[in-house]
């Protein structure tokens, strides 16, 4: 069937163990880029019924070079035999096909099977044909995209080179396109997927993998350095490596073994670019005078194409490397103190949680200075970071490697480690001798809260929160003191957190209300006001005293808010009443310390009279001794502020306090409210008796009201009416009670 093929060159005997040499693929794991595989030759499958004709190709062709490269040919006598040598070959550059084989169209199901069943668009394929007039319709060369079609006469040794050679580049481009484009795959997914990867170290390992991936090798001879990372002068480190090289990560650059994998990294490094020799270096230039050089060992210098991608894949990977660097940089923020170059609070909750796991023999120590706003202020702040590093470094020296410290807060540090050295007796010790800072000797004390892990059935930062409890009950000892945690300390601090939390949701529920307890004149027994007294009925219907409650609201804060609404609820009773015919009423409201000093607290005032259309005389604040006495200006100021408003002030608990003569002068206040301790015991001690007759004497000499709180008997009226006092509040009159009950009570009194 086929015909001999006009050969201009002289027919020799092929030797078939040169043909076994070219079958056998000298490197199965060829590159898949590039277009040239490492065997370095181009291989071309020879299909073809007429064994002469395989002999006269190889012949005619030996010893030629193609774009460089000899030709390696395949051999196939028909079509089914060409599909079994397909079926495991994948980097064929040409298959010269015969047409007419076992049957007319074996030639054309070869193709059909090729571009159509194998997907092999890359391999150019070139009919020949010894009968024309089997040659294919036009629609199927272009169907299956033929190279080329040639009768065999046709094809002279120089025509088959010719054609061989536009076959060959043509497969070239297509596989250069081909690979480029996987390659541009291969960025993008590479840069999503890296950009994933969280931290330097993983980063790098991640582009060792991606780089291996985008030459087509093995994640071998592979190795990453650094230079310039946490300081810029630093020696450059191995941040990743693969292969041979990966028991390096973390070495200096100059500890590496291998010469010339040493020399070229630091090559790159210095000169600053990539490198292509036998070893490819590429060079990722980034910020802040930091760099990354890779070294991928490819065995060979790098064709331009892969060159290219490597430039693209580089300049992509340089912003990623910028980005985790970046990353790692806020991570060092957020975890460590930057000052003093320890953990911070996080950080330490994080150590705290890990140690849980084995809590036996373990203490957790809050160390706190004492004085150290002071010393901030009167030395300045430089002064005040030199201070702390010098006690960073003298506890430091004393903990050793078996303990954790961190900065918890400005001038408080945790320290966490074995009993034996973290203990009370301990860490006093370490402040006993005076401090060294910049030349100056410095007397620094510190007091502690200590918990042993074991004592404590919390974790994390709960943990914290228990050695912030035991700090807190040192401090209110002494400065300089410490103080182990207990459990029992540790319910108290969650009892009244909870309370906290119920008081929060009370309020924001509606479940506290203000009652109202009258005030009588002693001496004609008419009432004259009521005092505004606060309640919190809780969702299981028990009342919380205010003496409980009061305080929290006010460390939280939330007396402001609550002390605002009883403010407004009061004076709406008084325009209540008034409009009930009580014209005659005023009402007294205790005020907080944190009310008072508010800023807002006069708008707070105002706003209220105003909304309700009350007039100020009609409103009494009932402010405490001891607050009075506090900051006596800002006082004096509130108070004539207060003045301007027409409402009147009372001291509460009066006789509690320290208050001096001169001072209660000064405040010209309108009532002294006697506190109901001395009223109880007016008639049992003398001592009472002594003090509610100083108290009164006190308010009259300075021309003020005087009252008296906690009447319980009517024993107790008679013998304070007997000393002059004006006034008085308590169960015998009445108990506190709501609005209505006010009413009731009062309409049946007129
Ligand atoms: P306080 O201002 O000294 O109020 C007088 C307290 O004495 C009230 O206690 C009242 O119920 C109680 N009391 C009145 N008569 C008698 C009596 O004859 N015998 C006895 N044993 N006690 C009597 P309460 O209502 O428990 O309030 C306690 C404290 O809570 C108040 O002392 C006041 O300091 C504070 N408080 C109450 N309501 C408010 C408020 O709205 N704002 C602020 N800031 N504090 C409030
Ligand atoms: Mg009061
Ligand atoms: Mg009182």
Same mark, same amino acid.
């Given at each position: 069937m086929s015909e001999k093929i006009e050969l201009a060159s002289t027919v020799a005997s092929a030797?078939?163990?040169?043909?076994?040499?070219?079958?056998?693929?000298?490197?199965?794991?060829?590159?898949?880029?590039?277009?040239?595989?490492?065997?370095?030759?181009?291989?071309?499958?020879?299909?073809?019924?007429?064994?002469?004709?395989?002999?006269?190709?190889?012949?005619?062709?030996?010893?030629?070079?193609?774009?460089?490269?000899?030709?390696?040919?395949?051999?196939?006598?028909?079509?089914?035999?060409?599909?079994?040598?397909?079926?495991?070959?994948?980097?064929?550059?040409?298959?010269?096909?015969?047409?007419?084989?076992?049957?007319?169209?074996?030639?054309?199901?070869?193709?059909?099977?090729?571009?159509?069943?194998l997907g092999l668009q890359a391999t150019r394929i070139v009919l020949r044909t010894g009968q024309p007039g089997y040659a294919p319709e036009i629609e199927t060369v272009q169907a299956y995209d033929i190279?080329?079609?040639?009768?065999?006469?046709?094809?002279?040794?120089t025509r088959l080179y010719t054609v061989l050679t536009a076959a060959i580049r043509s497969y070239k481009q297509i596989r250069a396109l081909e690979s480029n484009r996987q390659g541009l795959e291969l960025i993008v997914e590479g840069s999503a997927e890296l950009s994933r990867l969280r931290g330097l170290h993983r980063f790098a390992e991640g582009v060792v993998t991606q780089l291996c991936a985008l030459l087509g090798i093995l994640?071998?001879?592979?190795?990453?350095?650094?230079?310039?990372?946490?300081?810029?002068?630093?020696?450059?480190?191995?941040?990743?490596?693969?292969?041979?090289?990966s028991g390096m990560i973390n070495a200096p650059l100059s500890s590496v073994?291998?010469?010339?994998?040493?020399?070229?990294?630091?090559?790159?490094?210095?000169?600053?670019?990539?490198?292509?020799?036998?070893?490819?270096?590429?060079?990722?230039?980034?910020?802040?005078?930091?760099?990354?050089?890779?070294?991928?060992?490819?065995?060979?210098?790098?064709?331009?194409?892969?060159?290219?991608?490597?430039?693209?894949?580089?300049?992509?990977?340089?912003?990623?490397?910028?980005?985790?660097?970046?990353?790692?940089?806020?991570?060092?923020?957020?975890?460590?103190?930057q000052l003093l170059q320890l953990p911070n609070r996080t950080r330490f909750i994080e150590l705290l949680e890990q140690n849980l796991k084995q809590p036996q023999g373990i203490t957790l120590a809050l160390v706190d200075l004492d004085d150290f706003a002071e010393i901030n202020d009167a030395f300045g702040h430089q002064f005040g970071d030199q201070v702390l590093l010098s006690v960073v470094s003298r506890l430091s020296q004393h903990l050793g490697f078996n303990s954790s410290m961190a900065r918890i807060s400005g001038d408080t540090f945790g320290i966490l480690g074995p009993e034996g050295l973290i203990n009370a007796t301990g860490i006093e010790a370490l402040f006993a001798d005076p401090f060294n800072v910049v030349g100056e000797r410095l007397q620094i004390s510190a007091t502690t809260g200590l918990v042993r892990l074991t004592d404590s059935a919390s974790v994390g930062s709960e943990l914290l929160l228990d050695a912030q409890i035991a700090l807190k009950r040192a401090k209110q000892q002494n400065r300089g003191s410490s103080q182990y945690f207990s459990s029992a300390m540790g319910q108290d601090a969650r009892e009244r957190f909870k309370l906290l939390k119920g008081l929060r949701a009370g309020f924001e529920e509606r479940r506290l209300f203000v009652v109202y307890q009258p005030q009588i004149d002693l001496e004609t027994g008419k009432v004259i006001a009521a005092e505004a007294l606060l309640r919190w009925k809780t969702e299981e219907g028990k009342f919380v005293p205010p003496d409980q409650f009061i305080p929290l609201a006010e460390q939280s804060g939330l007396i402001i808010n609550i002390g605002e609404f009883v403010l407004r609820t009061a004076c709406y009773q008084v325009k209540q009443l008034r409009s009930l015919g009580h014209a005659d009423f005023r009402m007294a409201v205790n005020i907080s310390m944190a009310?008072?000093?508010?800023?807002?607290?006069?708008?707070?005032?105002?706003?209220?009279?105003?909304?309700?259309?009350?007039?100020?005389?009609?409103?009494?604040?009932?402010?405490?001794?001891?607050?009075?006495?506090?900051?006596?200006?800002?006082? +004096?100021? /509130?108070?004539?502020?207060? @003045? !301007?408003? =027409?409402?009147? *002030?009372?001291?509460?608990?009066?006789? %509690?306090?320290?208050?001096?003569?001169?001072?209660?002068?000064?405040?010209?206040?309108?009532?002294?409210?006697?506190?109901?301790?001395?009223?109880?015991?007016?008639?049992?001690?003398?001592?009472?008796?002594?003090?509610? +007759?100083? /108290?009164?004497?006190?308010? @009259? !000499?300075? =021309?003020?009201? *005087?009252?008296?709180?906690?009447?319980? %008997?009517?024993?107790?009226?008679?013998?304070?009416?007997s000393m002059g006092c004006h006034e008085g509040q308590g169960y015998l009159f009445a108990r506190p009670m709501t609005a209505e009950d006010l009413v009731l009570w009062m309409d049946a009194r007129r």
């Open positions: 030797d078939d163990d040169d043909l076994l040499q070219f079958l056998e693929d000298p490197h199965p794991e060829v590159s898949e880029s590039g277009g040239q595989s490492a065997g370095k030759s181009w291989r071309v499958l020879i299909v073809d019924d007429d064994a002469d004709v395989h002999k006269a190709t190889e012949l005619a062709m030996q010893g030629l070079l193609v774009e460089g490269l000899p030709l390696a040919f395949l051999h196939a006598e028909s079509g089914v035999a060409a599909r079994s040598i397909l079926a495991s070959e994948s980097d064929l550059a040409v298959v010269l096909l015969d047409v007419v084989m076992e049957s007319d169209d074996a030639g054309l199901q070869l193709i059909h099977h090729m571009r159509d069943v190279n080329d079609y040639k009768t065999k006469s046709e094809l002279t040794r994640p071998e001879g592979l190795i990453c350095a650094q230079a310039g990372s946490d300081r810029p002068s630093g020696p450059p480190r191995i941040i990743a490596a693969a292969g041979q090289y073994q291998v010469p010339q994998v040493r020399k070229l990294l630091e090559r790159c490094l210095t000169e600053r670019k990539n490198i292509y020799e036998d070893a490819t270096c590429l060079y990722f230039g980034l910020s802040n005078d930091r760099a990354i050089a890779a070294l991928v060992d490819v065995g060979h210098a790098l064709q331009d194409i892969d060159r290219q991608l490597l430039l693209a894949f580089c300049s992509n990977i340089t912003v990623g490397f910028e980005n985790v660097m970046l990353y790692t940089q806020l991570l060092d923020h957020a975890y460590n103190d009310q008072f000093r508010h800023p807002n607290f006069m708008d707070v005032l105002n706003n209220a009279l105003r909304d309700t259309g009350i007039e100020g005389h009609c409103l009494e604040l009932e402010i405490t001794e001891s607050m009075a006495m506090e900051d006596i200006h800002m006082v +004096q100021r /509130v108070l004539s502020a207060i @003045r !301007g408003t =027409g409402a009147t *002030v009372a001291i509460d608990d009066f006789g %509690t306090g320290f208050s001096s003569l001169s001072q209660l002068r000064q405040l010209k206040v309108e009532r002294l409210k006697i506190d109901r301790a001395f009223v109880q015991e007016a008639q049992n001690s003398n001592a009472g008796y002594t003090i509610a +007759q100083m /108290v009164i004497n006190l308010g @009259r !000499g300075l =021309g003020m009201r *005087v009252i008296a709180e906690g009447i319980e %008997t009517d024993e107790q009226r008679q013998h304070l009416l």
